[in-house]
């Protein structure tokens, strides 16, 4: 072991020259005194385990504090040595740093926590505990996990199933979220070997066996940018980007392409030293090939959550192959690796602050806030999904802030996403300019117009709907707070809520002039009407008309106590409805050639449009051809033409006919 060691010191001497290493070689001294005699199931010291994750921290540059607690990170759980003894050898910092770690691996199968599911959760939940008090503590149970990871052929075949599931649904979204692709790749990869190793094995065979003629291809694409870009006089590197298992697996899924569509496609990235320079090699990439409509994102504009910036645009070659192409900075290119270490070395080495990490470690302790509040562990599993996931739509206040949520993120995501009086007091939305249900769900590059009411409050059925731990955290404290929802227990110490700032004044408040332009009655706008005192009907509500003696319409609350317990001439009722909540039932018949991905060219129409589908079925038709049936949610009898507008822009599509939905029957098809 002290060959490992003499190597970590190596690293560290060339990531931190200069400094004193007397505190790591005090930690490895106590660690390897302390697991004396403990070995692991790969018949291995335990001390190789300690040094492999202090090795793996210290390849992101951490501090010595941070590599001094991973040496550690075991001892409290794992051996004798007590928190006081730790303390006094090390001091207050690094207690608090392994203590985080061993709290996080302490938990054990107990009856309260039966599942599986359970278990996800509760560690989830210590994890964002320990992580609120120093970032540092996940970045060392991450660097413990994917160590494990590398060696998880020796544990039994149902722990490795076990152990490679949680790493999948808890530690990748983790390690993307911190921006640490390099740990994240690794470790899909890893759990992807795992939970499904026919497929991996496949996989890897297939790729190997055309390494060589892809990289002789690719090494040409890079020495052919690297020449055009000199004679543009931009100071560039070319590097190949590489391809992980995993990834190429879920392209092929989510996308349905085969091995040879996802694996045809190039990938290069082009490192600058300023951002100028990112978009003028743009200019020469873009002089060189022909941009693929739809396959260009600038983060550097617009960065993701996690910090990562770069440019991303796919051209099409001479030879009719795509090549994806990423442009940033080395800056971003050391951050696109790194992720929040990048940022916590700035700080450690310049004693200032940085604003990119400080948002981050506080998206990172609000997130226990979120999700602590889940009802059930899967709920807590798919928030975290959601807030976690790779992908992410960019919406926009009225005044241009940017609000970045998770992809099927509504309006409601959004209001509590800009404060939670805004998403308490939401009444209704525009989007780009149309009013639109709550449930919509926004899409990248939506303005987003906010309309509020101070009488309106959190309905329960909003829990319904939301995606993101914020808002649904939210909404439930408000509803306990309205004596709507039960108490609920929390599986850890409760804690209060930090009160947040004003709202910025990005949402416009709705009158009782503009809640008459929402409603509809007897679906028309524009209805003389007038809301009861009783039950003050707002957006959201499920209202009903009453025609009066005097002029107009009074609206009620479906649920309203004195409408219900009051006599009612029935003959005097009438539909109402919010503008936007209206939703029309609508068949559609779609008649299509037979032609590969015919099916997956539909839906991908329908996708931009926002529709909800209800029921659908894809059965052979007349003379050779298919027909796909389908109904689906309108807000209104515009969407129907601009859906029928859409399919008719599909290859192969010959028909497109609305139909009767009593017309059309399903099976259980979809």
């Known amino acids: 072991m002290r060959t490992e060691f003499a190597k970590l010191l190596k690293v560290l001497r060339k990531a931190l020259p200069g400094e004193d290493l007397e505190l790591v070689r005090k930690a490895y001294r106590v660690a390897n005194e302390a697991h004396a005699g403990q070995v692991r199931l790969s018949g291995d010291p335990h001390i190789s385990h300690s040094l492999a994750v202090a090795k793996i921290l210290s390849q992101l540059g951490l501090d010595l504090t941070t590599i001094a607690a991973g040496l550690l990170h075991d001892v409290l759980e794992d051996t004798r040595f007590s928190r006081e003894q730790l303390r006094q050898d090390f001091g207050d910092e690094i207690v608090v740093l392994v203590d985080g770690v061993?709290?996080?691996?302490?938990?054990?199968?107990?009856s309260a926590v039966p599942t599986q599911e359970a278990r996800q959760a509760v560690n989830l939940r210590k994890m964002l505990v320990a992580t609120a008090r120093d970032v540092r503590v996940i970045l060392i149970k991450l660097a413990d996990r994917l160590h494990n990871m590398r060696t998880i052929e020796f544990l039994a075949a149902e722990k490795v199933q076990r152990i490679a599931r949680e790493t999948l649904d808890i530690y990748v979204p983790l390690a993307h979220r911190l921006g640490i692709a390099s740990w994240k790749w690794e470790l899909e990869d890893h759990a992807f070997h795992y939970l499904n190793p026919h497929d991996?094995?496949?996989?890897?065979?297939?790729?190997?066996?055309?390494?060589?003629?892809?990289?002789?291809?690719?090494?040409?694409t890079m020495a052919f940018l690297e020449r055009r870009l000199a004679e543009a006089e931009v100071e560039a590197r070319v590097i190949g980007r590489p391809k992980h298992l995993y990834s190429i697996y879920q392209k092929m899924v989510q996308q349905g392409k085969d091995f040879d569509q996802v694996m045809d496609?190039?990938?290069?990235?082009?490192?600058?030293?300023?951002?100028?320079?990112?978009?003028?090699?743009?200019?020469?990439?873009?002089?060189?090939?022909?941009?693929?409509?739809?396959?260009?994102?600038?983060?550097?504009?617009?960065?993701?959550?996690?910090?990562?910036?770069?440019?991303?645009?796919?051209?099409?070659?001479?030879?009719?192959?795509?090549?994806?192409?990423q442009i940033r900075t080395e800056e971003m290119d050391r951050t696109a690796r790194e992720g929040i270490a990048a940022h916590w070395k700035y700080k450690e080495g310049n004693g200032r602050g940085d604003p990119k990490l400080d948002n981050q470690l506080k998206w990172l302790r609000q997130m226990y806030e979120w999700l602590k509040d889940a009802h059930a562990p899967d709920e807590l599993l798919d928030s975290v999904r959601r807030e976690f996931g790779a992908t992410d739509i960019y919406a926009f206040t009225p005044k241009g802030e940017l609000k970045?949520?998770?992809?099927?993120?509504?309006?409601?995501?959004?209001?509590?996403?800009?404060?939670?009086?805004?998403?308490h007091h939401c009444i209704g939305v525009r989007v780009n300019g149309r009013l639109v249900p709550l449930r919509y769900n926004l899409q990248t590059g939506d303005v987003v117009e906010i309309l509020t009411s101070k009488s309106q409050t959190p309905h329960v059925d909003w829990l319904d709907f939301v995606v993101t731990g914020r808002a649904r955290t939210r909404i439930r404290q408000r509803l306990r707070e309205m004596g709507e929802l039960d108490p609920l227990e929390s599986l850890l110490k409760r804690e209060p809520l930090q009160r947040q700032p004003a709202p910025k004044p990005v949402v416009r408040q709705v009158d009782d002039a503009t809640r008459e332009k929402l409603i509809r009655v007897a679906g028309m706008k524009s209805v003389l009407a007038q809301f009861a005192k009783c039950c003050n009907p707002m957006p959201g509500h499920a209202v009903i008309g009453y025609a009066t003696k005097t002029p107009g319409i009074t609206i009620h609350r479906v649920d309203c106590k004195n409408f219900a317990n009051t006599k009612r001439d029935t003959s005097r009722m009438v539909q109402a409805s919010w503008d936007g909540d209206t939703r029309l039932e609508i068949g559609m018949r779609v008649t299509i050639g037979q032609r590969p991905n015919g099916l997956a060219d539909v839906t991908n129409a329908l996708r931009p449009l926002n529709i909800s589908i209800m029921r659908a079925q894809f059965h052979p038709g007349e003379r050779g051809r298919n027909v796909f049936d389908f109904t689906f949610e309108a807000p209104d009898p515009g969407s129907v033409e601009l859906v029928v507008r859409r399919l008719k822009t599909v290859p192969g599509v010959t028909s497109v006919n609305r139909m009767p939905v009593h017309q059309l029957h399903f099976d259980n098809s979809v």
């Open 102 to 110: 061993t709290k996080i691996g302490s938990m054990r199968p107990a």
């Open 200 to 220: 991996y094995k496949e996989m890897a065979a297939r790729v190997a066996m055309k390494r060589r003629e892809r990289e002789a291809c690719l090494n040409e």
């Open 265 to 325: 496609v190039a990938a290069v990235r082009i490192i600058t030293q300023t951002v100028a320079s990112c978009y003028n090699a743009l200019g020469v990439v873009h002089s060189l090939w022909t941009p693929v409509p739809g396959r260009f994102k600038d983060y550097i504009a617009t960065p993701k959550v996690n910090m990562y910036q770069s440019i991303h645009t796919t051209v099409m070659r001479e030879t009719g192959t795509p090549l994806e192409i």
């Open 404 to 423: 970045e949520l998770p992809v099927g993120a509504t309006p409601l995501d959004f209001a509590y996403a800009v404060h939670s009086d805004v998403g």
